[in-house]
């Protein structure tokens, strides 16, 4: 079983940053990856980027891909989503997933999901 509680999320202007935090709890996390989503209103849910807990291999998606970095404290057993360069079209409330063992990259078949954070850029 593997619990995630996101946070972070909040309003900022275009061209602001935000970093979001996913606290995650489980027995143990090797083989799994951990990923960010985000859904907009009315659009379907979309892969953000994703890290493997292992290797600490990241992923991103093409409409985040130098602007928004994933990274992990293993201490923590927190992952985060750095996002800079905000821009509208980034508004979304934003989950984190976790997949595994094995993952995809993409972390297209989660099992595991947060309750997701509100993120909301104003132009």
């Known amino acids: 079983q593997v619990q995630l509680v996101e946070s972070g999320g909040g309003v900022v202007q275009a061209g602001g940053s935000l970093r979001l935090s996913c606290a995650v709890s489980a027995r143990t996390l090797s083989g799994y990856a951990v990923g960010w989503f985000r859904q907009a209103p009315t659009k379907e849910r979309d892969f953000v980027a994703a890290i493997s807990w292992s290797s600490s291999n990241t992923h991103y998606a093409d409409s985040v891909s130098g602007r928004f970095t994933i990274s992990k404290d293993n201490a923590k057993t927190t992952v985060y989503l750095q996002m800079n360069s905000l821009k509208p079209e980034d508004t979304a409330v934003y989950y984190c997933?976790?997949?595994?063992?094995?993952?995809?990259?993409?972390?297209?078949?989660?099992?595991?999901w947060g309750q997701g954070t509100q993120v909301t850029v104003s132009s």
């Open positions: 997933a976790a997949e595994g063992p094995p993952y995809y990259s993409d972390c297209r078949q989660s099992d595991y």
